[in-house]
């Protein structure tokens, strides 16, 4: 386990490198022109649309967890507090990883540099990764993989995901790149905070053990 653990840590490091060099590349011309081209296609309705799908990052990929730690808490549910927190903490490790590659590499966002596209959301910092993606990627994952596993949440998450990853490109705010970026540090995110908690409870009965 801890072998596959450091080759997927690996592999997410080497998509990114090779993600952050792509950017530099002329594949950024294609991409703004294809985000131009989106946009032409938008209506008032679309744009109010995903506008709304964007703003709703918050409420549900920290509501969610959130509910469940707080249940955990108040009825003393320890795997409702465990899940909770971890997913959580995932989404903060996610946005500091985010935040640091973005102060690092300081790629503008594409309405600053295509005059074509159009700014039609808050766009905050920098563009690589996309912050919003890191955030709905670590939350649609946690939702899959570790508090519900049923079909129609988990159909339901990935729709949601999707549709956050779509949002951020049709507003102009993100390149395909810092989208995909975006789901790479989710990834890490939540894979460093499970090894964490993992190693967190390994520990615990050799604490207790000992006490």
Request: glycine share 6%; proline share 4%.
């Amino acid at each position: 386990m801890k072998k596959h653990f450091w080759t997927a840590i690996i592999l997410l490091l080497l998509v990114l490198a090779a993600l952050a060099v792509l950017r530099t590349s002329s594949f950024k011309q294609r991409e703004q022109d294809v985000i131009a081209s989106m946009q032409t296609m938008q209506t008032p309705g679309s744009i109010k649309f995903f506008q709304i799908v964007s703003d709703s990052i918050s409420f549900i990929s920290l509501g969610i967890p959130a509910i469940f730690l707080i249940t955990g808490l108040l009825k003393k549910k320890r795997e409702f507090t465990r899940k909770g927190l971890l997913i959580l903490l995932s989404i903060a490790l996610a946005g500091s990883i985010s935040a640091t590659i973005k102060r690092t590499i300081k790629e503008p966002r594409p309405y600053e540099v295509d005059s074509r596209i159009k700014q039609l959301s808050v766009g905050g910092s920098n563009s690589f990764p996309s912050g919003h993606t890191a955030e709905a990627s670590v939350a649609t994952l946690g939702f899959c993989f570790i508090l519900f596993r049923t079909p129609l949440p988990v159909v339901l998450s990935i729709i949601w995901a999707l549709l956050i990853m779509l949002s951020r490109i049709v507003l102009g705010v993100h390149n395909f790149t810092d989208i995909v970026a975006g789901f790479v540090v989710g990834c890490l995110g939540l894979l460093l905070m499970q090894k964490v908690f993992d190693r967190f409870e390994r520990s615990e009965p050799t604490a207790k053990a000992e006490g």
